[in-house]
């Protein structure tokens, strides 16, 4: 990262009372030149680069602030600090205004002006060395962890920590140590796999016993507590979004929520007509093809996503709460717009308001066919940048906020992660097997390669809906896609480097369940 110089520029008529001042930053190693009016200040800055300024507001002839806008045409980043003996609101209100880095009022010591400019010129270096001595520290503890038997809480904090790392470092430019903590992945993602291989029936066996939270349990154990102390809620379904994804999110959400995440497992396979019909009927996949059967068939496609409304009042019910449900998918920027039209109505005042966000899925799902999207979102951390892009100014945004204005808390989820698939896994299947990327139900499925996929001899382990005797699943792990001998190359060049889910790994499985309690 580029340093700016270590120079001040000092703009004050008093500025021969300030040799004190100037004598101790030049002590500090900081070089100052001065000026007495904002007209000199203006031709120096001409002439050579400074670091910062300090701008005296009160001045004979040109006011500070005007000089200010002189300064901004001239160096539209250059960092200014306000000076003033001025303490009233209204100096205050319109040097804020002007977006002054900083603010000081006189009288002032030596020691303040010191710290102002070493947090403005130096601050993001500063905090730039921390982050890398903190995780130089920590990045040896957390090799030595994976020796360690892990249970799912500690799998929720080793994969929550990595998504704190992962977002800090690529923040503070640090690339090096980034590409050290990528390097812990392909570990971190094989032994959630072989965790999980032997945990996960285990769960579905004895739900009573010690487990985490499931999609089936989201409504029961996060959405009723709401309902118990509110009138109203909404309940956001973001789809196909990822922890850390949810990160970068939540510092938008702040000025108006209290926010509380806590983290729950997707069900397998961790694709929507599973998890999410999961997560509305607090039904495994098999117990709704049972209960519903005319809402359940052998396509996986949109219509198998097309009951959540009727699921979630069914699942109400069950667990006796009878309370109105307003249901909105949003899908398409029609549906966006649609909804931007009646923000104010589209929460109830009285029961649930839930609604679905599609924007996350169809941007994972779009860059397989579209080479801007590819570029556009390449890697995790452009995939971050872009969805908090598109959070900021979306439908969603407005009507969380519109929650906040209103009093009206929300529960804000997701019903599966991506992964970011570089490793084709060629797989050997009858002609029965679907043709997803990251699972695979057939009679006779194996991967060429067992450490690139889990298999699932029984439906009933998993609880899914059965397909003919003697049916497999096939559970991509790791960053692979799955891949037919004999269309190789075809998917290598369609799918690599593509986002995809529905396998098991720590960003398709634990995702972000946040609590949004609106600021009073």
Request: include cysteine; glycine fraction near 4%.
């Amino acid at each position: 990262m580029a340093q700016p110089p270590k120079s001040v520029l000092w703009i004050d008529d008093e500025a021969d009372l300030l040799e004190s001042h100037r004598i101790f930053l030049r002590e500090k190693g900081f070089e100052v030149d001065a000026a007495s009016n904002a007209d000199d200040a203006v031709e120096m800055l001409r002439r050579r680069q400074y670091g910062i300024v300090l701008l005296d507001e009160q001045m004979p002839g040109k006011r500070g602030l005007d000089a200010y806008r002189e300064i901004r045409e001239l160096d539209p980043f250059l960092p200014i600090v306000m000076v003033t003996k001025s303490e009233e609101d209204a100096t205050l209100r319109e040097a804020i205004g002007v977006d002054v880095r900083d603010y000081l009022v006189k009288p002032i010591n030596p020691r303040q002006v010191l710290s102002v400019i070493t947090r403005v010129l130096e601050g993001p270096r500063i905090r730039q060395q921390a982050i890398a001595r903190s995780f130089v520290e920590r990045f040896r503890a957390m090799e030595m962890e994976r020796q360690r038997d892990l249970r799912w809480r500690d799998w929720v904090a080793r994969y929550a920590e990595m998504v704190e790392w992962d977002i800090e470092l690529a923040q503070a430019r640090e690339q090096s140590l980034y590409d050290s903590l990528q390097a812990l992945y392909p570990d971190l993602r094989r032994e959630f796999a072989a965790y999980f291989r032997d945990a996960y029936p285990t769960w579905l066996r004895d739900l009573e016993g010690d487990r985490p939270p499931l999609s089936i349990d989201i409504v029961s154990e996060f959405l009723l507590p709401i309902l118990e102390h509110s009138r109203a809620t909404v309940f956001v379904v973001i789809d196909c979004l990822r922890l850390d994804q949810w990160r970068v999110l939540q510092p938008l959400l702040a000025p108006y929520f209290d926010v509380e995440t806590t983290h729950y497992f997707s069900i397998v396979p961790t694709a929507t007509p599973y998890s999410r019909n999961a997560l509305f009927s607090g039904l495994f996949p098999g117990e709704i093809a049972a209960r519903f059967p005319d809402w359940w068939g052998e396509r996986e496609d949109e219509s198998l996503n097309a009951h959540e409304r009727e699921l979630l009042v069914a699942h109400l019910e069950e667990l006796k709460t009878r309370v109105p449900v307003r249901y909105d998918k949003i899908s398409t920027s029609g549906d966006s717009a649609e909804l931007e039209r009646r923000l104010t109505s589209a929460i109830a005042s009285e029961g649930v308001s839930a609604f679905v966000f599609n924007f996350v899925d169809l941007l994972t799902h779009g860059r397989s066919e579209s080479a801007i999207l590819y570029e556009v979102a390449k890697d995790e951390i452009a995939l971050r940048q872009i969805t908090r892009q598109w959070f900021e100014r979306s439908t969603l945004f407005g009507l969380l906020k519109e929650a906040a204005r209103r009093g009206i808390p929300a529960l804000v989820t997701s019903d599966h992660g991506s992964i970011h698939c570089q490793t084709p896994a060629t797989v050997f299947a009858k002609r029965d097997a679907t043709a997803n990327l990251r699972y695979k139900f057939g009679e006779d499925l194996r991967a060429e390669r067992p450490e690139h996929a889990l298999l699932f001899s029984n439906f009933d382990d998993l609880r899914l809906p059965r397909r003919g005797l003697g049916g497999n699943t096939l559970l991509a792990v790791g960053d692979t896609f799955f891949v037919y001998p004999t269309k190789l190359r075809e998917y290598q060049t369609r799918y690599r480097g593509s986002f995809l889910h529905g396998g098991v790994t720590p960003e398709e499985v634990i995702l972000p369940v946040a609590l949004l309690t609106p600021r009073r």
